[in-house]
Antibody, heavy 116, light 109 residues
Framework: QVQLVESGGGLVKPGGSLRLSCAAS????????MSWIRQAPGKGLEWVSS????????YYVDSVKGRFTISRDNTKNSLYLQMNSLRAEDTAVYYC?????????WGQGTLVTVSS | EIVLTQSPGTLSLSPGEGATLSCRAS???????LAWYQQKPGQAPRLLIY???SRATGIPDRFSGSGSGTDFTLTISRLESEDFAVYYC??????????FGGGTKVEIK
């Protein structure tokens, strides 16, 4: 079945780095735009970044530009988010999702906590 | 940036009642790129509606979407116990390419 599984979250100090991964299965990963969306504790959804199927087009929300880098490896059916210079306000559950006219499916999320 | 404003913030209703959720955009949104999601506590969001009015796979027909331009609506015709959740609208197409509304919580009265 179609599945996305995120990994790589954890506790990191302000200024630190983390690399999130999203493993896709059950569909032709290389055909689809992929995105990262986050949700701070008790808050709403915030789109973070998207990458086109061939990684020729990339978008970021302003608050992460210059700090986060999205990438993908279509040979490994995997999506990544390299997060540098992390701040307390980056604390959130990070979801990967496939764009199919809406975001569907979503992974289960991975929690990133930025705290000293 | 297109800002999506959802109202009301909270809707208190009883099972069997109908629910009407509003999503208003600060600028015109292409109907092709307006979606609605349901999120339950501890779970990832689930796509309900895409293209403003098309139901996603497996979504019951008590859920319907409508609207165009800057005003969109999600209607739940008869609430069932599993429908009590938070609902988000989302648009795609403007820069930044994706924004979400702040959400409407549908709670049991």
């Amino acid at each position: 079945q179609v599945q996305l599984v995120e990994s790589g979250g954890g506790l990191v100090k302000p200024g630190g780095s983390l690399r999130l991964s999203c493993a896709a299965s059950g569909f032709t990963f290389s055909d689809y735009y992929m995105s990262w969306i986050r949700q701070a504790p008790g808050k709403g959804l915030e789109w973070v970044s998207s990458i086109s199927s061939s990684d020729s087009t990339i978008y970021y929300v302003d608050s992460v530009k210059g700090r986060f880098t999205i990438s993908r490896d279509n040979t490994k059916n995997s999506l990544y988010l390299q997060m540098n210079s992390l701040r307390a306000e980056d604390t959130a559950v990070y979801y990967c999702a496939t764009w199919t006219g809406g975001f569907d499916p979503w992974g289960q999320g991975t929690l990133v906590t930025v705290s000293s | 940036e297109i800002v999506l404003t959802q109202s009301p913030g909270t809707l208190s209703l009883s099972p069997g009642e109908g629910a009407t959720l509003s999503c208003r955009a600060s600028q015109r949104v292409s109907s092709s790129y307006l979606a609605w999601y349901q999120q339950k506590p501890g779970q990832a969001p689930r796509l309900l509606i895409y293209g403003a009015s098309s139901r996603a796979t497996g979504i019951p027909d008590r859920f319907s979407g409508s609207g165009s331009g800057t005003d969109f609506t999600l209607t739940i015709s008869r609430l069932e116990s599993e429908d009590f959740a938070v609902y988000y609208c989302q648009q795609y197409g403007s820069s930044p390419p994706v924004t979400f509304g702040g959400g409407t919580k549908v709670e049991i009265k």
